[in-house]
């Protein structure tokens, strides 16, 4: 089992920022071993989506909607995650999610939340105008 707890929410003005944590642990959790994280979210009325992700070397994907906005990283004990969010605007509005991918595998080639089977209980991130 991996356990993941989101921190960091909260409201702010458009066009400023806000960076999210995501404690990861867990039985299953091996952070010297293959693994993918990533950050996810949902707003109102809509399906979760896909943001970021990064593998233990390093290695990031981001979705065009928030790239070069949001920045996704993990501190070297590789037991916390963070996203880094920058210039918001109403549309970033959502409930955020950190999750983890299966221990033991890289990231898949697809980036959806399907490939994520372990999920925080998310964060609100709220914009205002």
């Known amino acids: 089992q991996v356990q993941l707890a989101e921190s960091g929410g909260g409201s702010v003005q458009s066009g400023g920022s806000l960076k999210l944590s995501c404690a990861v642990s867990?039985?299953?959790?091996?952070?010297?071993?293959?693994?993918?994280v990533g950050w996810f979210r949902q707003g109102p009325g809509k399906t979760r989506g896909a943001l970021a992700r990064?593998?233990?070397?390093?290695?990031?994907r981001y979705t065009d909607s928030v790239k070069g906005r949001f920045t996704i990283s993990q501190d070297d004990a590789k037991t916390s995650l963070y996203l880094q969010m920058n210039d918001l605007n109403d549309d970033d509005t959502a409930m955020y999610f950190c999750?983890?991918?299966?221990?033991?595998?890289?990231?898949?080639?697809?980036?959806?939340?399907?490939?994520?089977?372990?999920w925080g209980q998310g964060t609100q991130v709220t914009v205002s105008s």
């Open positions: 999750a983890s991918g299966q221990p033991g595998l890289w990231c898949h080639s697809h980036f959806s939340a399907t490939s994520f089977p372990y």
């Open positions: 867990g039985s299953s959790w091996k952070s010297y071993g293959p693994y993918c």
């Open positions: 990064i593998d233990r070397d390093g290695y990031t």
